[in-house]
Protein backbone atom coordinates (compact mmCIF):
# COMPACT_ATOMS: atom_id res chain seq x y z
CA UNK A 1 0.00 0.00 0.00
CA UNK A 2 1.24 3.53 -0.84
CA UNK A 3 1.52 6.00 1.88
CA UNK A 4 -0.34 8.67 1.59
CA UNK A 5 0.89 11.93 1.14
CA UNK A 6 -0.14 15.15 2.42
CA UNK A 7 0.69 18.37 0.69
CA UNK A 8 -0.29 21.01 3.01
CA UNK A 9 -0.21 23.74 0.35
CA UNK A 10 -3.36 22.17 -1.08
CA UNK A 11 -4.85 21.38 1.92
CA UNK A 12 -4.75 24.98 2.79
CA UNK A 13 -6.24 26.33 -0.69
CA UNK A 14 -8.77 23.67 -0.54
CA UNK A 15 -9.50 25.00 2.91
CA UNK A 16 -9.87 29.08 1.59
CA UNK A 17 -11.58 27.85 -1.64
CA UNK A 18 -14.16 25.57 0.29
CA UNK A 19 -14.72 28.57 2.95
CA UNK A 20 -15.21 30.97 -0.27
CA UNK A 21 -18.07 28.38 -1.76
CA UNK A 22 -19.40 28.18 2.15
CA UNK A 23 -20.00 31.47 2.16
CA UNK A 24 -21.80 31.86 -1.01
CA UNK A 25 -24.53 29.98 0.02
CA UNK A 26 -25.30 32.41 3.45
CA UNK A 27 -27.98 34.29 3.28
CA UNK A 28 -27.59 37.83 2.68
CA UNK A 29 -27.48 40.38 6.12
CA UNK A 30 -25.30 43.14 7.70
CA UNK A 31 -24.00 40.51 9.71
CA UNK A 32 -22.72 37.96 6.87
CA UNK A 33 -21.48 40.57 5.10
CA UNK A 34 -19.13 41.71 7.89
CA UNK A 35 -18.06 38.06 8.67
CA UNK A 36 -17.50 36.73 5.56
CA UNK A 37 -15.34 38.84 4.21
CA UNK A 38 -13.04 38.51 7.57
CA UNK A 39 -13.62 34.68 7.23
CA UNK A 40 -12.10 35.14 3.30
CA UNK A 41 -9.48 37.35 3.72
CA UNK A 42 -8.40 35.30 6.94
CA UNK A 43 -8.56 31.67 5.15
CA UNK A 44 -6.94 32.79 2.10
CA UNK A 45 -4.60 34.49 4.08
CA UNK A 46 -3.53 30.83 5.34
CA UNK A 47 -2.36 29.14 2.02
CA UNK A 48 -0.61 32.18 1.00
CA UNK A 49 1.96 32.70 4.36
CA UNK A 50 2.51 28.82 4.02
CA UNK A 51 3.42 29.26 0.58
CA UNK A 52 5.23 32.53 1.67
CA UNK A 53 7.12 29.87 4.63
CA UNK A 54 7.83 27.47 1.90
CA UNK A 55 10.11 30.19 0.16
CA UNK A 56 11.42 31.82 2.88
CA UNK A 57 15.37 32.92 2.99
CA UNK A 58 16.24 32.07 6.50
CA UNK A 59 14.84 29.71 9.34
CA UNK A 60 13.61 32.91 11.23
CA UNK A 61 10.91 33.78 8.39
CA UNK A 62 10.14 30.84 8.24
CA UNK A 63 9.10 30.30 11.66
CA UNK A 64 7.74 33.88 11.53
CA UNK A 65 5.17 32.75 7.91
CA UNK A 66 4.00 29.78 9.71
CA UNK A 67 2.92 31.73 13.23
CA UNK A 68 1.08 33.58 11.02
CA UNK A 69 -0.35 30.44 9.52
CA UNK A 70 -1.15 29.53 12.94
CA UNK A 71 -2.68 32.88 13.94
CA UNK A 72 -4.81 33.48 10.40
CA UNK A 73 -6.04 29.79 11.33
CA UNK A 74 -6.88 30.66 14.72
CA UNK A 75 -8.76 33.62 13.32
CA UNK A 76 -10.48 31.49 10.62
CA UNK A 77 -11.89 29.59 13.25
CA UNK A 78 -13.61 32.70 15.20
CA UNK A 79 -15.25 33.90 12.61
CA UNK A 80 -16.60 30.60 11.21
CA UNK A 81 -17.84 29.75 14.71
CA UNK A 82 -19.70 33.34 14.42
CA UNK A 83 -21.21 32.67 11.37
CA UNK A 84 -22.44 28.97 12.53
CA UNK A 85 -23.80 30.79 15.63
CA UNK A 86 -25.35 33.34 13.65
CA UNK A 87 -27.21 31.26 10.99
CA UNK A 88 -30.22 28.90 10.66
CA UNK A 89 -28.72 25.07 11.65
CA UNK A 90 -29.27 24.48 7.76
CA UNK A 91 -25.70 25.74 7.44
CA UNK A 92 -24.34 24.18 10.80
CA UNK A 93 -23.04 20.90 9.68
CA UNK A 94 -20.70 22.93 6.91
CA UNK A 95 -19.56 25.81 9.15
CA UNK A 96 -18.32 23.09 11.84
CA UNK A 97 -16.57 21.31 9.65
CA UNK A 98 -14.68 23.91 8.11
CA UNK A 99 -14.24 25.57 11.64
CA UNK A 100 -12.82 22.10 12.60
CA UNK A 101 -10.47 21.98 9.37
CA UNK A 102 -9.55 25.49 10.84
CA UNK A 103 -8.51 23.78 13.73
CA UNK A 104 -6.56 21.26 12.74
CA UNK A 105 -4.53 23.30 10.97
CA UNK A 106 -3.69 25.51 13.63
CA UNK A 107 -2.75 22.32 15.13
CA UNK A 108 -0.62 21.70 12.24
CA UNK A 109 1.13 25.19 12.23
CA UNK A 110 1.64 24.66 15.96
CA UNK A 111 3.83 21.28 15.91
CA UNK A 112 5.66 22.86 13.16
CA UNK A 113 6.22 26.12 14.98
CA UNK A 114 7.47 23.98 18.30
CA UNK A 115 9.62 21.36 15.85
CA UNK A 116 11.55 24.36 14.56
CA UNK A 117 12.87 25.85 17.60
Not at 3 to 14: A, C, F, L, P, Q
Not at 21 to 27: E, I, N, Q, V
Request: aromatic content about 12%; overall charge positive; some cysteine.
Amino acid sequence: MAEKKYDSEERTYNFARNVAYFTKKLPKSSCNFKYTDQVISSSGSVGANYIEANESLSKKDFVLRIKICRKEAKESAYWLRLIVDTNSNEFSKEGIALKNEAEELKKIFSAIVDKSK
